[in-house]
């Protein structure tokens, strides 16, 4: 009952764990049924606080708090953030078509039907959004979804057009038509962002309700400001470690031993297959060295990323959800140029994905960061909910927490190239933690997130300009620095207690969990 509440309110999600009886659903976001969702994830969570516990294992307890955690983080977007009238990134994430055209999880008909369904669907989802959102939106915000709601309409107009013109006449004919009416729906929203709101720069949740957000994501009750510190020491060391690392490159600058590494990257031609070439050698060592079990033979494929994710995302993960039936394989998605970049923006855009960085991206994202995550999550999870639940924390913490591991286990041989772009990754992620600390609970700016972000990340404008954006909306994304942490720490308390443990038999363990609140990671590994 507490999944199937929580699937109503964002199918979206359901589809992507491989639920495929929720294709083609948009939620209801009336203001009514938010109501009713509200009330009734109350009382199921008043329901889970009288459970006997007593008699339970260990897998029944974690069970019983992630069902707990899902229906805590509904309730915070909605009573605490307002997002339904504070957040347009939130309807327009759930407008793309990538779901359903992006793996052959069924045949070409039943995905386009999912998808006709699906376009049905958006003019009455976004005229709830209209009526919801308020009048005067952060200016962030309203700039990031009218760049998702234009790499939305690129989608439907190539992408998708492109794999329904493989189904029958009658459903490409009506999917045609369906593509036209949303397509009008989205364009209109996307006018009444820009014309019927004004906007300001007034993004942050607030200390207090940041302080909620981590005891309701990651059980933490320390204080934000205690939790803060933690990022701080983290990039301090860091640059420590960077420093060290430019004197062995021989470089006489941070700034000349970072040309170096990004003078040697791929065309725009290339990347995508230059990045491909990068895993073979990641799944070799993982096995060589007995890093963690890989435990299924499902492939992963690289593909540019969809363009409704573009505006944020430099890489990602797609990998098979956990109750997909078919053998689908997982998807990398590597952010190409433009077309309409100028010579300069796209040089830089590729010196940032260059060589040394994609194979630190790749460690992060498949091998064996998250995809390796998700094919435990697939071949061992045992209950409904171990296959539901994903904290941010532990999902991006574990891939983040793999970079730097890799190379403690001899990754490159020493490179020191490798150290310097996953220091330059982690230097990111403390920026990402500190600057959603400060940007939402202690007024930092925008442009000062930049400015940070360029000062300690050592990162050139464009990106670090989407990464500032991005901390505006995903204010949690200070979770890859968190669960690293957290991670690591866990480690230290399982080699105190089984201090003959190797390090397969510890990323085993945690990857068994499925997925669990940051701040209880060290006693469970040891439950």
């Not at 995809?371 to 209950?383: D, I, N, P, S």
Request: hydrophobic share 35%; charged share 25%.
């Amino acid at each position: 009952m507490v999944l199937s509440h929580i699937f109503n309110l964002n199918p979206r999600y359901a589809v992507f764990l491989g639920l495929h009886e929720y294709d083609g659903l948009l939620p209801d976001y009336s203001i009514s049924n938010l109501k009713s969702w509200v009330e009734k994830a109350g009382e199921l969570k008043n329901r889970l606080g009288r459970i006997d516990t007593g008699s339970m294992g260990s897998r029944g307890k974690l069970d019983l708090l992630c069902m707990e955690l899902l229906l805590e983080d509904g309730l915070f977007e909605i009573t605490e953030l307002e997002s339904h009238a504070t957040r347009p990134v939130g309807y327009v994430y759930q407008l793309g078509v990538t779901p359903y055209i992006s793996k052959e999880y069924a045949p070409v008909e039943e995905r386009i039907q999912a998808v006709n369904r699906h376009l049905a669907n958006i003019p009455t989802f976004l005229s709830h959004a209209e009526e919801n959102l308020n009048r005067t939106l952060a200016e962030p915000f309203v700039k990031i979804s009218s760049m998702m709601l234009q790499g939305t309409i690129q989608e439907l107009t190539k992408d998708a057009s492109m794999e329904a013109a493989k189904s029958s006449y009658s459903t490409r004919d009506e999917f045609e038509k369906l593509r036209g009416v949303a397509t009008e729906a989205i364009n209109n929203f996307l006018t009444a962002l820009k014309e019927k709101h004004t906007t300001n720069m007034d993004f942050a949740i607030g200390r207090a309700k940041f302080q909620k957000l981590l005891w309701a994501s990651d059980r933490i009750s320390d204080s934000v400001e205690e939790v803060l510190s933690l990022g701080t020491n983290d990039l301090g060391s860091n640059l420590g470690m960077l420093d060290e690392t430019v004197k062995k490159m021989g470089a006489a600058s941070i700034t000349e031993a970072f040309d170096q590494v990004r003078r040697n990257h791929p065309s725009a031609e290339s990347l995508i297959p230059d990045t491909a070439s990068t895993l073979d050698g990641l799944e070799s060592f993982i096995r060589e060295k007995d890093i963690v079990s890989i435990p299924l033979d499902t492939k992963c494929k690289v593909v540019p990323t969809p363009p409704p994710m573009r505006a944020f995302a430099s890489a990602a993960m797609n990998f098979p959800g956990p109750f997909e039936k078919a053998d689908v394989e997982g998807h990398y998605y590597v952010t190409p140029t433009e077309d309409d970049w100028d010579d300069e923006k796209k040089e830089e855009w590729l010196r940032y994905l260059n060589y040394s960085s994609l194979k630190n991206i790749s460690a992060h994202e498949v091998y064996p960061g998250h995809f390796v995550h998700g094919l435990h999550v697939k071949a061992f999870a045992k209950t409904k909910t171990g296959k539901t639940y994903f904290n941010y924390g532990f999902t991006e913490g574990w891939a983040h927490y793999t970079e730097e591991m890799m190379l403690e286990a001899g990754y490159g041989n020493g490179d020191p190239a490798l150290r310097l772009v996953q220091l330059e990754d982690a230097l990111l992620r403390d920026c990402r933690f500190i600057v959603s600390f400060k940007m939402h609970t202690q007024g930092m700016s925008l442009e000062d997130a930049k400015k940070y972000i360029m000062e300690n990340a050592k990162l050139e404008e464009l990106p670090a300009e989407r990464e500032a954006i991005r901390g505006t909306f995903d204010h949690g994304y200070y979770s890859y620095t968190l669960g690293k942490l957290f991670i690591k720490k866990a480690r230290q308390k399982y080699y105190e207690t089984y201090p003959n443990a190797t390090l397969r038999t510890f990323h085993d363990k945690l990857l068994s969990l499925g997925s669990a609140p940051s701040g209880m990671l060290d006693g469970l590994v040891l439950s």
